[in-house]
């Protein structure tokens, strides 16, 4: 089946010499998306699979951001209702296997700040490429959640369960330059490129022996399903947790964030 670009509404979304390309909708806002945009993350990798005219795929921002995730707004209504929690929570898990079933190689050009499921659809990627003046957190400290959208997956699985620990836990931002010392992203490429140089590694990818890419891409994602039962589902039921138990708390954090004033907790 082919991509139909009509059917998205966040993402900008085009094929073009069998590449398919997902820029962040929203740029005035720093790519943050709603329920809806949420959504396409997971139905752009589903669809890349299910379309025989694509064979590799570019994620990028569309301004000085990637994405920093979830609006504001959209957490928030999370926190108050039960019915939003399950769909996030099934947004999530669709998103992480829905990258990982992918055996189509993915390449991400990450603009600017990334946080939250935005950065996991870039880190999930299987060629990450961060300009030299985008930083990268895992924020879900920050929000009062347990680190979930499955950074608890990659992370360690990228930088060790030690590094992994001292992001994570604490919600900290990195560097571009950083990220690439301790091997969290691929390359650093001057402010403005990544999607020009995102655009050459997908055509050469696109110009190797497809299934030979792809059967090596499915075998390495076996160290990543081999987590999901595991350390990625328990992530994920304690982020719900989370929304449901400490709403209060959550949304005192959002709004910290937001004024850019210290939390109450």
């Known amino acids: 089946m082919a991509i139909d670009p009509a059917a998205y509404g966040f993402l900008d979304v085009s094929v073009r010499d069998r590449i ?6 929203r740029p005035e806002a720093m790519g943050a998306c709603d329920e ?20 590799v ?16 707004e959209w957490m928030e209504q999370v926190t108050r209702e039960p019915e939003r929690q399950d769909d996030l929570n099934g947004q999530v898990r669709e998103l992480v296997r829905a990258h990982i079933a992918l055996d189509k190689p993915v390449v991400a050009a990450v603009s600017g700040a990334a946080t939250g499921s935005g ?3 870039a880190l999930l990627s299987d060629w990450v490429i961060v ?15 347990a680190a979930g959208d499955g950074g608890v997956l990659i992370w360690p699985m990228a930088v060790g369960i030690t590094r ?7 919600g900290d931002w990195i ?55 595991n350390g990625f589902e328990y992530s994920i039921a304690l982020e719900m947790q989370s929304f449901a138990r400490e709403g209060e708390a959550v949304r005192d ?13």
């Not at 300009?131 to 929000?143: P, S």
């Open 20 to 25: 398919a390309f997902a820029g962040m909708g």
């Open 119 to 121: 950065l996991m659809l």
């Open 175 to 229: 560097d571009a330059r950083e990220a690439e010392r301790i091997g969290l992203v691929t390359e650093v490429v001057p402010s403005g490129t990544s999607l020009e140089r995102a655009t050459a590694v997908a055509r050469r990818f696109a110009a190797m022996p497809a299934q030979a890419v792809r059967g090596t891409k499915s075998a390495l994602n076996q160290w990543l399903e081999a987590g999901l039962p």
């Open 253 to 265: 954090a959002v709004d910290g964030i937001r004024s850019k004033r210290a939390p109450a907790w």
């Open 131 to 145: 300009e030299e003046r985008a930083k990268l957190a895992d924020g879900h400290i920050k929000a009062a959640l």
């Open 36 to 55: 809806e945009g949420h959504r396409e993350f997971a139905r752009i990798l589903r669809d890349v699979a299910a379309d025989p005219g694509v064979d």
């Open 57 to 72: 795929a570019v994620v990028h921002g569309n301004g000085p951001a990637f994405s920093v995730g979830a609006t504001y």
């Open 164 to 170: 992994a620990k001292r992001y994570l836990m604490t």
